[in-house]
């Protein structure tokens, strides 16, 4: 369902509601993780180690190169041929042990960091963009609708609902000949038209909630978001840079079928499919 008419902006039509009164943070349903956060003692205590190993091979780097103690170590003179053994190994060890710390600490620091951003929740630029939306407005993250396909973010408000979706980068993506296209290594393959993707998930959204056991239809919109300003709105999905996000969720006008009851029954179809 197209976006209501009226002040016009690139990319899309917003129209001229107000934020209600009592804005406020939005409220947030996500998606239940399948796999579990690790845990973060065990982080804490392999971070102390990978730092101990990269300040140890600073200290053998420091004791090897910028002190006379490694050629103390070494007989004087003219060695026998087990000393000369035993002088080449202690070479080998200086030369090898300090950068063999560094490599092995550092290393184990950068896999540890990746595993402190997976326990971090990626934010998306929708979501990020949906900070300022009234309080009245419920944003679901990562849902699986029972059809085994995902929605990225479904908005849900006196309007109805939103479906929103991140356009693709342009950088790596083309339009050509109305088709869109995505850039590999080797080629540009095809790529689903994320417009026409938005629309087809605001009517899988539309059926799911308004199935048989409701006795209301719900106004579902779709929105696509991103920054590129050659792509074009269509009849069925706006196109909207973040910054208009926001106030075009707070621009769309409210349905007076879908009382706060109805609201409710819809976010409990929503918190049942986030698990």
């Known amino acids: 369902m197209a976006p209501p008419a009226g002040r016009s902006y690139p990319g899309g039509v917003i129209g001229t509601r107000p934020h209600d009164a009592h804005d406020g943070r939005m409220q947030v349903i996500s998606a239940a993780r399948d796999t579990p956060r690790p845990s973060l003692l065990p982080i804490v205590g392999r971070t102390i180690v990978a730092t101990m190993l990269v300040v140890g091979g600073l200290i053998l780097a420091y004791l090897v190169f910028a002190t006379p103690l490694l050629a103390q170590a070494i007989p004087a003179g003219r060695p026998s041929a087990g000393e000369m053994v035993v002088g080449m190994a202690l070479w080998a060890a200086a030369l090898v042990a300090p950068a063999s710390f560094i490599l092995i600490g550092t290393t184990r620091l950068a896999r540890i960091l990746a595993t402190v951003r997976e326990r971090e929740p990626r934010r998306s630029t929708a979501m990020r963009a949906l900070a300022d939306v009234p309080s009245d407005v419920v944003v679901a993250s990562g849902l699986v609708l029972p059809d085994g396909r995902g929605v990225p973010e479904l908005v849900i408000g006196p309007f109805g609902a939103a479906v929103v979706r991140e356009l693709p980068p342009a950088t790596v993506t083309r339009i050509r000949d109305?088709?869109?296209?995505?850039?590999?290594?080797?080629?540009?393959?095809?790529?689903?038209?994320?417009?026409?993707?938005?629309?087809?998930?605001?009517?899988?959204?539309r059926r799911w909630i308004g199935h048989d056991d409701v006795d209301?239809?719900?106004?579902?919109?779709?929105?696509?978001?991103?920054?590129?300003?050659?792509?074009?709105?269509?009849a069925g999905c706006a196109v909207l840079t973040p910054d208009q996000l926001g106030p075009w969720i707070a621009a769309l006008p409210a349905q007076r079928s879908l009382t706060a009851g109805r609201r409710e029954q819809m976010l409990g179809l929503v918190r049942e499919a986030a698990g």
């Open 178 to 205: 109305g088709q869109w296209e995505l850039r590999t290594s080797k080629r540009w393959i095809p790529l689903e038209n994320p417009l026409e993707r938005a629309a087809r998930d605001a009517e899988r959204v």
């Open 216 to 234: 209301f239809v719900v106004k579902v919109y779709a929105a696509v978001v991103g920054s590129d300003p050659t792509v074009a709105r269509t």
